[in-house]
């Protein structure tokens, strides 16, 4: 089954810019979305498509894909981006949606 | 105002069975894919099941297959979840989402989840 491989943390000083990284093999054959959870809610799409951000998501989000690497970028951190992040593909070889394991984005 | 309300959860013993219940509203629920997503405590999203808009397709996560039965009524707006031979390794927060339309193929709503306990 197709696999997603997520750092499970990182850490950044507010203002900086922080990237989330999501491997997978061939990944940018697929599309790739992200999800934010912040403590005890459900999770949100805040980046759709490898790139596309949905309505009401700030222009800080931001994301590619290429080669077996998918990037989620904060530019501009704040306190408020600190939220696990999950990266997410629909495998067509398994007819399966896969989450990765998920990152903990920290604002120190 | 769209809204997925999922019901079901509690405390089972390993081995007991249990049916989750979705319902929504706000939006024309029988239009779209729906999917099951649960998250056991501490831990990341795991995709469990989906079925689509008239039940023509439905897939399952391999942790669940044989275990767990997806359906859905949409006269009454309802998304179920099936389980039996329940296991602790089922303990979760178990969600559940709308899959969007055309362009908008991912979980683009989610319910706010319910707690199964899976314990002796």
């Not at chain 2, 998304?79 to 559940?96: F, G, N, Q």
């Amino acid at each position: 089954s197709y696999v997603l491989t997520q750092p499970p943390s990182v850490s950044v000083a507010p203002g900086q810019t922080a990237r989330i990284t999501c491997g997978g093999d061939n990944i940018d054959s697929k599309n790739v979305h992200w999800y934010q959870q912040k403590p005890g809610q459900a999770p949100v799409v805040v980046i759709s498509y490898d790139s596309d951000r949905p309505s009401g998501i700030p222009e800080r989000f931001s994301g590619s894909n290429s080669g077996n690497t998918a990037t989620l970028t904060f530019s501009r951190v704040e306190a408020g981006d600190e939220a696990d992040y999950y990266c997410q593909v629909w495998d067509t070889s398994s007819d399966h949606w896969v989450f990765g394991g998920g990152t903990k984005l920290t604002v120190l | 105002e769209e809204q997925l309300a999922e019901s079901g959860g509690g405390l089972v013993k390993p081995g007991e069975s249990l049916r989750l219940t979705c319902v929504g509203s706000g939006f024309t629920f029988s239009t779209y894919t729906m999917n099951w997503v649960r998250q056991a405590p501490g831990k990341g999203l795991e995709w469990v099941s989906s079925i689509t808009s008239v039940s023509s397709y439905i897939h399952y996560a391999d942790s669940v297959k044989g275990r767990f039965t997806i359906s859905r009524d949409n006269a009454k707006n309802s998304l179920y979840l099936e389980m039996k031979s329940l296991r602790a390794e089922d303990t979760a927060v178990y969600y559940c989402t709308r899959e969007g339309e055309g362009n908008q193929v991912y979980f683009d709503f989610w319910g706010q989840g319910t707690l199964i306990t899976v314990s002796s």
